[in-house]
């Protein structure tokens, strides 16, 4: 296993930088949401807000609806797809994100929501997206590009909220943003690659998901996107399978297959300090269940004290893991051939058998 203080060592394995572009999700946090305050808002306010987006553009709709949940009466619905659901009518907003403003899925829902005479608002780079929006009179949150749609959650996610905070449906202040983005830049020195091993919670849990299965869980449902998030940084940074699920749901299912889990599972818990007693009675449950079955359970809380710092805290060291896994296992986690491959086999007739990857 290779050791992640040395400094060469690290450098040499990210040749492109995604451990740097992880580090900077903090200042990233206050030019998203400027972003989000610069473009017209709809005449009216919506009856639904819908997000259509897909990967590293679409989850930014799965922070804002747990944030949003608690307190807003306008419920919000994340479109992964090509159409839009029934409910999206003229009375909704439809955020359609996609950081490229290329993505198949995000331009049929954009042009669903167009032909519903939903109010829409484009949050992109640019692309056949904010080409669209335009040439349509439709609002562009337009945002840097250059970089890896995952690596830009906070440019996607924030201009959202932003959105949300101008529309009357979250309490999020500018002083909690601030919060979030001061936080960040704390932690981001805290588990960076400067800070050793011993003492650095990304680092460790990367050394602990070494050659093991992650299971990732959230410990309520308003921390399940989080989780998700962990899952799909996993996948695209360090190529790892991981499983994700939430409670009190994984309760009533997945805790059935326990007693024959499969090879090398290990468990990260995702908790926060508003989980509440059932919550942690139900964690503390499970944990008893897993013993002697998983290869570790391990529990990793928020930071912060907003709504907004806490979650951004967890995803901050979800990405910096999975980052410090890829090291780990020798791949470089900034290319995501399979999915451009997957896009690429799309565009070709059908075939019969399929064809060998790489």
Known sequence: MIDLDDAGVVRRGDPAGMLDLVLRLGPMVPEGWDAGGEVALPARAPRLLAVA?????????????????????????????????????????????SYSGDTAETLAAFDDALGRKAAVVAITSGGALAARARRGGVPVVAVRPGLPPRAALPLLFLPMLRLASRLGLTPVTDAEVREAAELLGRLAAAWGPSAPTGGNAAKHLAVRLHDALPVIYAATPALAPVAYRWKTQLNENAKLFAIWNRFPEASH??????????????????????????????????????????????????????????LLSLVLLGDLTSVYAALLRGVDPTPVEAIAAVKRWMQEAPRSQGTSFP
Do not use: K
């Open 53 to 97: 987006g897909l990967g590293g553009s679409g989850i930014g709709g799965d922070l804002l609806e747990a944030l949003l949940a608690p307190s807003s009466a306008v419920p919000v619905v994340v479109v992964r797809a090509t159409r839009l659901p029934a409910c999206v009518d003229a009375a909704a907003l439809v955020l359609a994100c």
């Open 253 to 310: 299912n997945e805790v059935e297959a326990w007693p024959w889990p499969p090879p090398g599972a290990a468990a990260v818990v995702l908790r926060d300090g508003e989980d509440g007693a059932r919550a942690a009675r139900e964690v503390d449950a499970v944990r008893r269940l897993l013993a002697g079955r998983v290869r570790w359970v391990e529990e990793v809380w928020t930071q912060g004290d907003g709504r907004l710092a806490r």
